[in-house]
């Protein structure tokens, strides 16, 4: 992998860089600040395969790092991890939401950060992939979405949504503690067959963000992240564990959605009906647990929260 | 392999290459610990929001490189020296500057100990 690690401590770069090297990973670039990284970017002849951004660096942070690596054309899948430490973790709320695909805890574990790096790599081959058949599939200008309906994907230019993988990796690298305070709730979008149906790869990525940000916007400040599973169903990440008022909430989506019916038509779409899971609590569960969770959540909003929400025994 | 044991195989074989970021990291003790104390100075007298953001970013550095080349102690402290000034950014650099006055003076005492 062609790897940019930034960092304003040039101690911490050369420690970095030996880690990598270490892995196998030797094609390592480095810059000492956001600047030098932006212009490291722009000016590399082949593009970065991951991005490591230390979040805390003067002038521009990582964060804002984020927002800028993710407005650069080519730059809007790689993946990005940022590395922080344990008194860090507002901040990498912001970088999630911002794009940033994971984040490693200082100081490094060694088999932890083996195997984040080994998770960044598949993330990168996924993207290549995807990018290779957009290309093939550019070429021959085949209208229907390159993507299978009961595939996750995402819409990287909205604020929030993250990629379903990077969603439950942000899950699972969560605290005991902070477990607690959040919970889960899916969106079942009823008619995203015939969505699908009627759409190009282009249009459903861009009905499959529009869907996202009426759901961001319907749960702020609440909402935390979200991400597309497929087969038209939506996780959400809420931060606090109040239960949202069904009834209420559904008004919110359906309102922020109206002022969308234009889009839809105009792309001869239907607009998206939606169905409302229960909120699950997550509770202090292992990482085996969290597609259960999200399964249950998803299950729920299938069945439009009629039913009341299985009390989930979360065993270690 | 046990996830312990592989741990401590990666640990090992990266042991080696960090030799010398470790002796880099360590000689920068001295000029570290005068560096905090003219930073102390500087938030006692002048009551100095930029003195103490010094100070932290500086704690900040430590605490994130110290632990995986080994000073296991020395990261520990100076994490719990930059929760300690996480959790007082509302207040007074001088106010700040008393309450993490004694963890200052461990998390010193830590990086002394290291000079011999």
Redesign the interface.
């Known amino acids: 992998m062609r790897i940019l690690a930034v960092d304003d401590?040039p101690?911490?770069l050369?420690?970095l860089t030996?880690?990598l090297?270490?892995y196998g990973e030797t094609d390592v670039v480095v810059a000492g600040s956001g600047a030098e990284a932006l212009g490291a970017i722009k000016s590399a002849a082949n593009r970065f395969d991951l991005f490591l951004f230390?979040i805390?660096m003067?002038e521009m942070d990582g964060i804002e790092l984020v927002r800028k690596v993710r407005g650069m054309p080519g730059n809007e899948s790689t993946p990005i991890m940022m590395?922080t430490?344990?008194?860090q973790r507002d901040y990498v709320d912001k970088a999630f939401r911002v794009g940033a695909s994971d984040y490693l805890t200082?100081?490094?574990?060694?088999?932890e950060f083996?195997a984040r790096i080994g998770m960044m790599k598949r993330l990168n081959a996924e993207n290549s992939k995807r990018r290779e058949l957009l290309a093939v599939i550019g070429k021959s200008q085949t209208p229907a979405p390159t993507v299978p309906f009961d595939e996750p994907m995402t819409a990287s230019s909205v604020d929030g949504m993250l990629d379903y993988s990077v969603l439950c990796g942000y899950i699972s690298a969560l605290g005991r503690i902070e477990r607690l305070g959040v919970s889960v709730m899916a969106v079942s979008v009823e008619n995203m067959a015939s969505i699908y149906a009627r759409s190009t790869q282009k249009t459903l990525t861009g009905a499959v963000g529009t869907i996202a940000t009426v759901l961001r916007d319907s749960m702020r400040p609440r909402l935390a992240m979200i991400s597309y599973v497929g087969n038209g169903d939506f996780v959400c990440v809420i931060k606090y564990r109040t239960q949202f008022d069904q009834d209420e909430l559904l008004t919110s989506i359906n309102l922020e959605q109206s002022g969308l019916r234009d889009e839809f038509i105009s792309k001869r779409l239907p607009m998206p009906v939606y169905r409302l899971g229960h909120q699950i609590s997550m509770g202090i569960f292992t990482n085996r647990d969290i597609a259960h969770v999200v399964a249950s959540a998803i299950a729920s909003a299938r069945r439009g929260g009629s039913e009341q929400p299985a009390k989930l025994r979360m065993s270690a | 392999m046990t996830p312990k044991s592989a741990n401590e195989a990666l640990a090992t074989s990266a042991d080696v290459s960090m030799a010398p970021v470790r002796a880099l990291f360590a000689s920068r003790f001295e000029s570290e610990i005068l560096a905090f104390e003219s930073l102390r100075q500087e938030i006692g007298q002048s009551q100095s929001a930029a003195a103490l953001r010094e100070l932290a970013l500086r704690i900040h550095k430590i605490a994130g490189v110290a632990g995986t080349l080994g000073y296991t102690e020395i990261g520990a402290s100076a994490m719990r020296l930059e929760k300690s000034i996480t959790e007082l950014a509302e207040r007074e650099p001088g106010e700040v500057l008393a309450r993490i006055d004694s963890r200052l003076d461990t998390f010193l005492d830590l990086l002394e100990a290291e000079l011999d």
């Open positions: 401590d101690i911490f050369e420690l030996r880690m090297f270490n230390d805390l003067p590395i430490t344990a008194t200082k100081p490094f574990d060694a088999l083996h």
